[in-house]
């Protein structure tokens, strides 16, 4: 029955349903066959008000409203001239400007899409100018729209650490050598493109000293928001929610002082924060009815059970786990996925580790639970990832595509295909390395 299920919610999802619903209509109905429709009605009437009162969800609205606000307040356009001020003189320098300021805007947003769609409106018609092919340009930023997920503050990673019940400041500090090694591996991908086809992504013009200057000053409100948020969070001044709100107030001045932000940019970036969470929210009410009609039927301890006696080594199992979160990448988005993937895959994994407590030498992953929470949620993000440029959903590139519709989308899935690479040998560093996510936490 759970397995039926499953292929019904694929098929609704297939069939574009929107998947909070799909999700609804699935477990809402398992759990009226199973335990009757009282049984449903009994919990819908309380589960909603239960899910969203939650207060660590509070920081979700937070940061997308400071995200909405930074799309607004023309800090994307900072970042970008700063970047390119210091890159843009290289073959493909331009390209990695728009690595490096995607980067930076996904340190104030924190979602994928809205770093594709707003640094591809800003970084394209200087990739154009400077005749970049459009597989490159196109495939660039598309790529460096996922760093926005991983960089934090990351809505997602929030949504993982309260599933698996995981410390969110932690997430975050775990995510920042693994993000900063994206970049590392996204800007030598482009180097390796261009020194095989220079015609791709010819040298940009050096701008005057003072241009540089101005560009470099003018990434200053950036680098003292992530400082107020991040650094903040880092060095325990304060949770992530205050801390989430403290970045919506330093932007909202910045805003202000240079006179970007007025009250119809407000009001729109209300609305969108409003439509996004709400979409969130409903999402989660969806994942958690799930849950509950899959608990009750077993299928979680089920198939713990069945991994954990199938004889298979826990790291054959882990790749597996990641093989399986990159395919479904290719049916629903990111926040999705998460909820609907990890309370499967999360018991599997602790199971194998030795339940609750930590393995003898050798055993399990040789490591923690919570050190496992660390590691796999970090993987798990990366592979989600992989879900936004990869056919046939593929979320940045169609956000791309849209922007740039003198390139033809097939040029764009050539374009992203070396950043999938890209982030294949960064999911083996990281799964042959656990010291890379793991040492930063375990120093702070």
């Known amino acids: 029955m759970g397995v039926g299920s499953l292929a019904v ?107 594709a769609s707003t640094m591809g409106r800003v970084a394209l018609p200087e990739l154009k100018r400077y005749n970049y092919s459009g597989a490159l340009a196109t495939g660039t930023l598309a790529a460096g729209g996922v760093l926005g997920i991983l960089i934090p503050p990351s809505v997602v990673l929030i949504i993982y650490a309260i599933i698996v019940e995981a410390n969110i400041v932690t997430m975050f500090v775990a995510a920042f050598i693994p993000g900063i090694l994206a970049v590392i591996l996204f800007m030598l991908t482009i180097a390796l493109y261009v020194l095989i086809n220079p015609k791709a992504g010819p040298k940009g013009g050096a701008g005057s000293r003072e241009e540089f200057m101005a560009a470099t000053l003018g990434v200053v409100p950036v680098v003292t928001v992530f400082g107020l948020v991040i650094g903040g969070i880092y060095f325990g001044l304060y949770n992530p929610t205050p801390a989430a709100a403290v970045g919506v107030f330093a932007v909202g001045v910045f805003g202000l002082i240079q006179r970007n932000l007025g009250l119809g940019d407000m009001v729109e970036a209300l609305k969108e924060t409003a439509s996004t969470s709400g979409m969130i929210f409903m999402i989660l009410l969806g994942a958690e009815l799930l849950k509950i009609f899959m608990s009750r039927i077993g299928l979680p301890q089920e198939t713990a059970a069945w991994i954990a006696s199938s004889g298979l080594e826990p790291m054959t199992v882990l790749i597996l786990i990641l093989v399986a979160l990159i395919f479904l990448g290719c049916l629903m988005d990111s926040m999705s996925m998460m909820l609907l993937a990890i309370p499967f895959f999360w018991p599997v994994l602790m199971e194998l580790n030795g339940g609750l407590y930590q393995m003898a030498d050798g055993a399990g992953f040789g490591m923690s639970t919570e050190d496992l929470k660390i590691w796999f949620g970090i993987l798990a993000l990366i592979v989600v990832e992989l879900g936004l440029i990869t056919p046939p959903v593929g979320m940045n590139v169609f956000v791309i595509s849209a922007l740039s519709e003198d ?38």
């Open 407 to 444: 390139t033809p989308m097939s040029e764009t899935f050539k374009g992203v295909a070396p950043f999938f690479a890209a982030e294949i040998v960064r999911v083996g560093i990281l799964l042959s390395f656990p010291i890379l996510t793991l040492w930063l936490p375990s120093v702070l």
């Open 9 to 115: 919610l694929v098929f609704l999802i297939t069939i574009r349903m929107p998947i909070a619903y799909a999700m609804i209509l699935v477990g809402g109905v398992g759990i009226a066959l199973v335990n009757g429709p009282a049984l449903l009605l009994n919990q819908l009437k309380t589960l909603a008000y239960g899910q969203f009162s939650i207060y660590d969800l509070s920081v979700i609205p937070l940061f997308i409203l400071m995200g909405a606000m930074a799309a607004k307040t023309g800090l994307s356009k900072a970042l970008f001239r700063a970047a390119n001020a210091w890159l843009g003189w290289m073959r493909g320098g331009t390209a990695m400007a728009a690595i490096a300021s995607c980067a930076g805007f996904g340190a104030v947003c924190g979602s994928s899409l809205a770093t």
